[in-house]
């Protein structure tokens, strides 16, 4: 049996508690996560994938319910725990890359060991392998404005995977990406899904790109509205269920 590496225990989220009009986003949501699950969340517009993402990585803080990672209780950690807990742990993609425009793409690369004190020697060391593994060596000295976007998006997974992280969550991460960047990103996840044991969250609006996942979430009005296992399947055949998935929820959208 695998490690359980996330626990999100009846986790509500509601925006504006105490004003006139509160957004309930998120009702009463429970997951658990192994090691090495790739999982991918769809679901319409408004109906609550970025704000699950974020409750379950230690990003927001749920109205109600629990979140534990690696058995840790996120609520009960002081803030400098989070901050460490996050650079050892997990690594964020998301659709903007935010890249620091006056740092060079080595230097993007390096923040997160920047922030978590590493020496020197070892950030060079780490900075150059991510680098080779993602086709940056030649672009580092280089600043983002010089770069195309699906090197800056690169470097803002490079960034995101220096620091080793167990587990990987990413929002739209091939948002701003065309058809080739997005394949080769996701054959990357793949790879350090399948190599690495590296477990992945990933909220995409394409079923051609969660097909690479293990198991679709279909996410509705803050719920888990389907659940779909990839198991035996082809790849092929799981994109197939996963379109006939959404397919069917969004025609539960037409009132005819
Ligand atoms: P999705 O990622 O599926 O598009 P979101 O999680 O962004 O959905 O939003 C879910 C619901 O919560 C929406 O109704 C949205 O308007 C609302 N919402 C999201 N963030 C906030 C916020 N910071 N304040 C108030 N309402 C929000």
Same mark, same amino acid.
């Given at each position: 049996m695998s490690k359980e590496i996330l626990n999100a225990d009846h986790v509500t989220k509601i925006y504006g508690v105490g004003t006139k009009n509160p957004v309930t986003a998120l009702n009463?949501?429970?997951?658990?996560?192994? !090691?090495?699950?790739?999982?991918? &969340?769809?679901?319409?517009?408004?109906?609550?994938?970025?704000t699950f993402i974020n409750n379950l990585s230690t990003i927001d803080v749920p109205t109600k319910g629990h979140v534990y990672i690696n058995g840790k209780?996120?609520?009960?950690?002081? !803030? #400098?725990? &989070?901050?460490?807990?996050?650079?050892? #742990?997990?690594?964020?993609?998301?659709?903007?890359?935010n890249l620091l425009d006056s740092l060079t793409m080595s230097e993007n690369i390096a923040v997160p060991l920047t922030l978590a004190s590493k020496s020197i020697d070892e950030i060079k060391q780490r900075v150059q392998n991510i680098a080779e593994k993602l086709e940056l060596v030649?672009?580092?000295?280089?600043?983002?404005?010089?770069?195309?976007?699906?090197?800056?998006?690169? %470097?803002?997974? %490079?960034?995101?995977?220096?620091? #080793?992280?167990?587990?990987?969550?990413?929002d739209e991460p091939t948002g701003n990406l065309d058809s080739k960047n997005s394949h080769d990103l996701l054959s990357l996840f793949k790879n350090l899904n399948e190599k690495d044991g590296v477990s992945i969250l990933m909220v995409t609006h394409d079923s051609m790109i969660a097909s690479y996942s293990q198991k679709?979430?279909?996410?509705?009005?803050?719920?888990?509205?389907?659940? &779909?296992?990839?198991?035996?399947?082809?790849?092929?055949?799981?994109?197939?269920?996963?379109?006939?998935? #959404?397919?069917?929820?969004?025609q539960k959208l037409f009132v005819d």
């Amino acid at each position: 049996m695998s490690k359980e590496i996330l626990n999100a225990d009846h986790v509500t989220k509601i925006y504006g508690v105490g004003t006139k009009n509160p957004v309930t986003a998120l009702n009463d949501v429970s997951l658990k996560m192994y !090691e090495g699950d790739f999982i991918c &969340v769809m679901g319409p517009s408004g109906s609550g994938k970025s704000t699950f993402i974020n409750n379950l990585s230690t990003i927001d803080v749920p109205t109600k319910g629990h979140v534990y990672i690696n058995g840790k209780e996120v609520r009960k950690m002081g !803030e #400098n725990e &989070v901050g460490k807990f996050r650079y050892e #742990n997990l690594g964020f993609i998301f659709q903007e890359f935010n890249l620091l425009d006056s740092l060079t793409m080595s230097e993007n690369i390096a923040v997160p060991l920047t922030l978590a004190s590493k020496s020197i020697d070892e950030i060079k060391q780490r900075v150059q392998n991510i680098a080779e593994k993602l086709e940056l060596v030649h672009l580092l000295d280089k600043y983002p404005g010089e770069c195309s976007g699906g090197q800056r998006q690169r %470097a803002a997974i %490079a960034r995101a995977l220096v620091t #080793n992280p167990k587990l990987i969550v990413a929002d739209e991460p091939t948002g701003n990406l065309d058809s080739k960047n997005s394949h080769d990103l996701l054959s990357l996840f793949k790879n350090l899904n399948e190599k690495d044991g590296v477990s992945i969250l990933m909220v995409t609006h394409d079923s051609m790109i969660a097909s690479y996942s293990q198991k679709l979430l279909y996410i509705k009005d803050g719920q888990i509205e389907e659940t &779909v296992e990839r198991g035996e399947l082809s790849q092929t055949d799981y994109f197939h269920q996963i379109v006939d998935v #959404n397919a069917s929820e969004s025609q539960k959208l037409f009132v005819d």
